[in-house]
């Protein structure tokens, strides 16, 4: 009895080992319907198995930073690149030069190699034409019609201190003033005063201006068409002064557990044309070159866009100051 409790128990061991052989923990800031065709796909061409755990940008840097002497994740897929480049700051991320970011141009990637840009994707407003058409009210069309008093508690964006989307309006409204910070400050006080609420992510305004809880949101570009697609009676407007963009990005995590299943997703990530075209059917603009492009996607190259430094942008000591700043002045007084 004791001999075939034993065996049993090496059984057991020898079946937990296997599993653990294949399978890898991600954290990921892609839309959940998204991540989950993506690394569905991954396993059923690998046999790797993708545990996931779906946070914002500012949510995966803070649970990174807590788990960084035990990392519970060894993967970060998706997430506004100034989050990557925060995180390599903190030392939360590694170098990995992978052979299949060939294709990515300089640009798009860290030259020491911590992270690579997947898409690029410009913020832009929403709006809910029968909403509007109610409440008597045009879409929203620059940066300054935001601040008209008959948008009163009608906007609705995310909090820079979770989103990395919400920190992206932060600095592009820095690059508009043309680095006037007091002046960025002034504006989002305005702003403030019609803003309904600050979510915790960057895609649900969105969703809410979707189905007619709010009439206005402030997001990525890629989120709204989709949802424009899916049948919401929404319009879409970048802001004509000009909008900056996201160059959503992946990173290994520092220290992580999974890191030989964790390069071989990254590398599938921007090598396999299925990979790729589950990017594609969500509408994102891929920037590795010959990727393909869906016809209803909008690329930043359609519009007017600010010139971004994402190495000020992502700074450490640039993004905790401005985000104090928005926390002081305008988020702890709501």
Do not use: C
């Not at 600010?306 to 709501?334: A, C, H, P, Y």
């Amino acid at each position: 009895m004791k001999r075939f409790f034993a065996i049993a128990v090496m059984l057991m061991a020898v079946a937990s080992f296997a599993l653990a052989q294949n399978s890898v923990s991600a954290y990921t800031t892609l839309e959940e319907p998204l991540a989950k065709a993506l690394f569905t796909q991954f396993e059923a061409e690998t046999g790797i198995k993708v545990s996931f755990v779906r946070l914002s940008g500012g949510e995966a840097i803070a649970r990174m930073e807590a788990e960084k002497a035990n990392p519970q994740a060894s993967i970060w897929v998706g997430g506004v690149g100034l989050d990557h480049i925060t995180a390599k700051q903190k030392g939360l991320t590694s170098v990995y030069k992978s052979r299949a970011a060939g294709k990515t141009a300089a640009e798009y990637k860290d030259k020491d190699g911590y992270w690579v840009g997947l898409y690029v994707g410009p913020l832009t407003f929403v709006t809910n034409t029968q909403r509007a058409k109610e409440l008597g009210i045009t879409p929203p069309k620059s940066w300054a019609d935001l601040l008209k008093p008959e948008y009163k508690g009608l906007i609705r964006m995310a909090n820079p201190n979770t989103s990395g989307t919400a920190y992206n309006v932060i600095t592009t409204l820095r690059y508009v003033y043309k680095g006037d910070e007091q002046k960025v400050f002034d504006y989002l006080k305005k702003l403030d005063v019609n803003m309904d609420q600050y979510t915790r992510s960057g895609s649900a305004p969105g969703k809410s201006v979707a189905i007619g809880e709010i009439p206005i949101a402030i997001g990525y570009a890629h989120d709204q068409v989709k949802l424009r697609v899916e049948g919401a009676p929404i319009e879409i407007h970048a802001p004509s002064e000009g909008t900056g963009y996201e160059l959503a990005s992946m990173s290994l995590v520092a220290g992580g557990k999974d890191v030989v299943n964790a390069k071989k997703l990254y590398d599938w990530i921007l090598s396999s044309p299925n990979a790729q075209a589950k990017f594609v059917e969500y509408y994102l603009v891929l920037v590795a070159s010959g990727s393909a492009t869906h016809p209803q996607a909008l690329s930043i190259k359609q519009l007017k866009t600010v010139k971004q430094d994402f190495s000020w942008d992502g700074d450490t000591i640039n993004r905790e100051r401005l985000l104090k700043r928005w926390t002081d002045e305008i988020g702890s007084k709501r």
